[in-house]
């Protein structure tokens, strides 16, 4: 069994930020360490027990995913060696869930890309017609593919508080018309790409989100993770069925567990089996082999 990392501790490094998954420290003015744990959020609450083995998965399935699109965006990966600087010990434990990124100014913003009708767009698609303020034909199934994929931004929450969903102008009023613009653009094609590779291999990429900043010369880069099951819904291709609730490789497993509680869906999260956790492990585990299997 893969021991589990649900908090790191660099003594040589500053610990800057400790996120729902992600610990994230300094290693000079320019360059910052991103770990992934094996924490694991459901509600926007980080549950207390971790997934063995899940940072290292998520972390193989971003850097697939980022050296994919570098030819689309560039992303903020570098070549720098985590041997340097960490212990021998410590490389150990961190070498493959971790990233050595550039320091980016981020964008307060989160890029979401909707292709397929669920969650909370499908609530809000029921209510409205339309999701986060875009109008759609009516009819549509649950779990539906939309006619065209959509671009639906949020705000970026702190630990423990929720996204809200805004409209493009928000958008514009926080970075700019042509800032706004790029994000919308480079997402839409980000998704459509990762959408046709995945479905190629069996694989539909439902939803996703994309976080993003700018560097020192003001240039857009993809940062972050990109289209993982913890940043993504991914559902397998051949038990889908418009109008019923799908199958998924992500954490939707937890989310389904969660929903059968007596849990109000705040801090602190409940405590989730080992069978559970070990399902979904395995559910982020195939989803990695199929997307990259030649």
Not at 17 to 40: E, N, P, S
Not at 147 to 152: G, K, L, R, V
Not at 226 to 233: F, G, H, N
Not at 263 to 286: F, H, M, N, S, V
Request: glycine fraction near 6%.
């Amino acid at each position: 069994m893969t021991q589990s990392v649900h908090k790191t501790q660099i003594d040589t490094l500053p610990l800057l930020a400790r996120g729902k998954v992600r610990d994230i420290y300094q290693l000079d003015d320019h360059h910052l360490l991103f770990v992934t744990t094996d924490r694991i959020s459901a509600f926007d609450v980080v549950l207390p027990n971790p997934i063995p083995g899940k940072g290292e998965i998520l972390t193989r399935i971003s850097n697939f995913w980022f050296e994919k699109s570098s030819a689309l965006i560039p992303n903020h990966l570098t070549d720098l060696d985590l041997a340097d600087y960490v212990s021998a010990d410590e490389y150990e434990i961190l070498k493959d869930r971790s990233v050595i990124v550039k320091k980016l100014k981020p964008l307060p913003v989160e890029a979401i890309v909707r292709g397929y009708i669920i969650g909370s767009g499908w609530k809000d698609y029921q209510a409205t017609g339309s999701i986060c303020g875009i109008e759609l034909p009516a009819g549509l199934q649950l779990a539906g593919k939309l006619p065209y994929p959509i671009y639906t931004p949020s705000t970026k929450a702190a630990v423990g508080d929720h996204d809200i969903n805004i409209s493009f102008n928000e958008t514009v009023d926080l970075v700019g018309h042509v800032l706004a613009e790029q994000v919308r653009e480079v997402s839409l094609t980000l998704y459509q790409m990762a959408a046709d590779y995945a479905l190629e291999r069996g694989i539909i990429i439902a939803d996703t989100k994309f976080e993003f900043g700018l560097d020192e010369e003001g240039q857009l880069v993809l940062a972050d993770e990109v289209l993982t099951p913890d940043s993504s819904r991914f559902w397998p291709l051949d038990t889908y069925r418009a109008g019923e609730s799908p199958l998924s490789f992500d954490k939707q497993f937890i989310r389904d567990y969660l929903e059968t509680l007596d849990w109000d869906k705040t801090a602190p999260g409940p405590k989730i089996p080992g069978d559970i956790l070990e399902k979904t492990r395995q559910k982020y585990q195939e989803a990695y082999d199929i997307l990259t299997r030649d």
